[in-house]
């Protein structure tokens, strides 16, 4: 009824009322014919049965049963009559006329008049009568006073029944039902038609209406409505006809209002599509001149870091002669000037890489406690130098073994840390590491480093991050500096999820902070060993250095005891029922050489307790003097964790605490620990003979492999501490021998350093990710192979052990040609002169100064150039890229222990463009390949190379 439209509605009121009266009153007028005709049948009954009993009166008396029935007979002529009966008073039928009266009696017998018997049945009406005596002789004149004049207990003869069918009756209501119905819906058919005429009258008008909203609702305001009649419709015909004048006006007004704006927007748009197109050419330019920036910062950097690494070994070579105290002087200038340039290289090729978006981060273990004392100590110098104290607090809470990227990390400590004490002229400068939450092995970390300096005003902050420029520009002549070490510094933090801020005011000194997200690492491998037992006693007066001596402490577990000066601590030794290891004792740098050091020293050493001394000082002279006192051993500080615990584990196991650096130089190994057993894989002869010899040169067993599945088969069977393992070999390559070696029972731990002759930086990553401890690049140098063995088996090799004398020992210095910076990438070349095709002095140096292996390395190349040039063709001749990058490799390996530039260099071109997949390259620089082998064929078949390799090695030992 809710969804009906006016028309039905209006139906619906002009019917109601007509259908309910209808209904009320054609149900009560046919209900009350109903009663009266039942009504009619009842009276007549009771009528006939009331003339019936008189008459039978004589009949019954004189038991003439014949007139009886001639009385029964015609009654049964009467309308309705069905059936009658007489009996005699004992209910002995006496005459009957008619079918059998109906017995289904509907209800009890009802005494009507006083004497009548009235019974109902399905489909008639029963009277009963009693026939009684009476007076046969009738008077003229019967009336009611007649009967009232009889015997008052008169005598009852009989009875007379009388039963009529309502057949007739049922019948004329059904008529008058009929009749009725056809009435009622004759009338409601008229109402109806009414209703139907007037709801149109009223419903046509408002479909008008309605349509006209409709079409207007869709835009056509031109339609009008035609006002019918008078009364609310009309009104509303009316206004609705003035509204659609109305919004006709303002849609012609808004069209052309619509029209000037679009003219205006698109001679706009216009405008703005030759400016984003002077702004697309001028993005394309400025991104062209990023890229262009950032590969000119990358180049320049490693070409400025060529002739750096020369100068600075020959300054390494100029400091081993004899010079005046005036010329030492000016080489410590020299190598200090050299140190900031290669600084500021460092720093330019960081921010190119920032802005260039190719920094990677690493993911490795590292304990972030060395971390921060390693940046500490690094700048104590210049720390000291000022008399700074410097010093370090970190939150027991906070996790030490994490994992990140520990050298970024430490690059932000260094800069903040650098530029705290460059602006610093006195105080002190501290690092507090704090935890700021831990959840799902991952923990924030909070680094703070504060500082007593000038400080900074707020404008100065707010400029602070900018590239190339320092809160003040007055303060970058005092003090220097290229002011990209806070910007650097940023970048890395949020590419460690964190952020740097700052807090300062000036005169009061600068806080900078910065948060970092580290994973914790499970397995803590970076965490120092326990050392069990011991009791150490700590005198320092500075609270922080004090508290970072118990954490550290604690944390190996041992008891410590704090003493607050030296009577306490004389007190403490002299307590029998304590036993004290060792003292840890602070001394500051002014108190050396004064009489009360010496007789603080002095008073202790007769107790007999090793007494380990922190001094805030780098100089010999005042390790000497602590060493004269009587201390066991001297370290500086800011102290370091590493070095403290090896002192105290050699005390508390009885051992010398001697573990200054330079004695670590002079005796670099223990002689108690026997040399490694190592395996070196390659499939090139000359590489692997070269890995070989340098290694047994060194005093180390060392076997070769010559394929994955021979170094598989070695491993399972040898006992090798070490596998160095070349990458691109046939059949099987280096990574996956490394993931067989992996499987082997017991190898899961050993050592395989990967070593290749080209390694970009995102192959190095797959490198380590593969399974390999760590990677070389060839030519691997003997100080390299000596600091590889030593990382990963502990083992120092001496190069004594390969026969070399300081005298003559072929060092990186002595080379002719400097190597660059990336010992995966050749010597780069200037523009007018060509690489050598022979250079003794590279072959002499990857053969460590010896004559006779660089003739091995440099014949077995010669023997096999020409096979390996020819198998080169052959493959680029079947388009095997695959098979030729691999043939590249191998003989790219075999000429970095050759000393042959211009072939090792065309080999280097040759594979990074395969790599690479830059095929429109690859014929020329395979032409330059070829060349640079036939070349290199004829030359050596027509110059002495060997008198060359002779002779550069007399005028190295020159």
Known sequence: MKNWNIQHRFLLMGMLPGLLLSLVLGGFFITQRFQDLGDLLEERALAMAKQLAPVCEYGVTIGNNAILQNIANNMLEEPDVRAVSIYNQDMDLLAHSGPRMKTDQLGGSQVQ???????????????????????????????????????????????????????????????????????????????????????????????????????????????????????????????????????????????????????????????????????????????????????????????????????????????????????????????????????????????????????????????????????????????????????????????????????????????????????????????????????????????????????????????????????????????????????????????????????????????????????????????????????????????????????????????????????????????????????????????????????????LVPHGVPIIALVDSDREEDRQALDSYGAAICLSRPLNSMRLHKVLNNLLNGKKADYDERDKQRNPSDQNMPAPSILVVDDSEPNQKMQVTLLNLLGLPTEGASSGPEAIERVAEGNFDMVFMDIQMPGMNGLEATQKIRQLPGKQALPVVALTAHAMADERKELLRAGMNAYCTKPISTDELIECVEEWTGYRASEDSAGADEDNTWTDEQAQEPEPSNPAEPAANSADEAAPVFCPQRALKAASGKPALATDMMTMLLKTLREETDVIRELWEEEDLEGLQSAIHRMHGATRYCGVPALQQALYSMETALKQQQHEQLPNKLRTVIEASVTLEQWASQNDWPALLNQADSTAKA
């Open 113 to 603: 008049r006083g004497q009548l018997h009235l019974m109902r049945t399905s489909s008639s009406v029963r009277i009963r009568a009693p026939i009684i005596a009476q007076n046969l002789e009738i008077s003229d004149q019967v009336s009611d006073d007649f009967f009232a004049e009889q015997d008052p207990t008169p005598r009852l003869l009989g009875w007379a029944e009388l039963e009529l069918s309502s057949a007739n009756t049922s019948l004329e209501a059904y008529r008058h039902l009929a009749s009725s119905l056809g009435l009622i819906l004759a009338t409601l058919f008229a109402c109806l038609m009414l209703a139907i005429y007037i709801s149109r009258q009223f419903s046509r008008p408002s479909r008008e209406i309605l349509d006209a909203m409709r079409r207007m609702t869709e835009g056509k305001y031109e339609t009008r409505v035609r006002p019918d009649g008078g009364g609310e419709l009309g009104d509303i015909a009316i206004h609705l006809n003035k509204l659609a004048s109305n919004l006709q006006r303002s849609e012609a007004e808004f069209q052309r209002t619509l029209e000037e704006a679009t003219r205006d927007i698109q001679e706009t748009m216009d405008d703005l599509e030759i400016r984003n197109r002077q702004l697309l050419l001028g993005q394309r330019e400025a991104e062209q001149a990023s890229r262009m920036k950032s590969e000119f910062l990358a180049n320049i950097s490693h070409e400025i870091r060529t002739p750096l690494s020369g100068i600075n070994g020959y300054m390494n070579l100029l400091g081993r002669t004899r010079m005046t105290d005036q010329q030492i002087d000016y080489l410590r200038i020299m190598e200090t000037s050299a140190a900031d340039l290669l600084r500021l290289l460092t720093d330019v090729l960081d921010l190119s890489k920032i802005e260039a978006g190719k920094l990677i981060m690493e993911h490795e273990p590292f304990n972030l406690r060395q971390i921060a004392e390693h940046e500490l100590i690094a700048c104590a110098p210049m720390g000291l130098k000022k008399g700074l104290d410097l010093l370090l607090n970190i939150d027991p809470a906070v996790p030490c073994c994490v994992v990140g990227d520990g050298s970024r990390l430490k690059q932000v400590i260094r800069n903040l840390v650098n530029n705290a004490i460059k602006f610093t002229e006195s105080g002190s400068v501290s690092m507090q590491i704090s935890l700021i939450n831990q959840r799902n092995n991952q923990a924030s970390i909070l680094v703070e480093i504060r500082d007593t300096g000038i400080g900074m005003s707020t404008e100065q902050q707010n400029k602070l991050f900018n590239a190339f420029t320092q809160a003040d520009s007055s303060t970058s002549r005092r003090f220097g500096g290229s002011g990209l070490g806070l910007v650097i510094a940023r970048a890395l933090v949020q590419e460690m999820h964190g952020d740097i801020r700052i807090e300062s005011a000036p005169g009061e000194g600068s806080t900078f902070s910065f948060h970092v997200s580290l994973d914790i690492d499970p397995e803590q491998r970076a965490a120092l060993p326990s050392l069990g037992h011991g009791h150490i006693a700590v005198l320092d007066d500075r609270k922080h250095s004090s508290n970072n001596i118990h954490q550290l402490l604690t944390e190996w577990q041992l008891d410590s005891t704090n003493c607050r000066n030296a009577d306490e601590l004389d007190q403490l030794l002299n307590n029998q029922r304590l036993n004290i290891d060792a003292v840890v004792m602070a001394i500051k740098s002014e108190l050396i050489g004064s009489s009360k050091c010496q007789r603080l020293v002095s008073q």
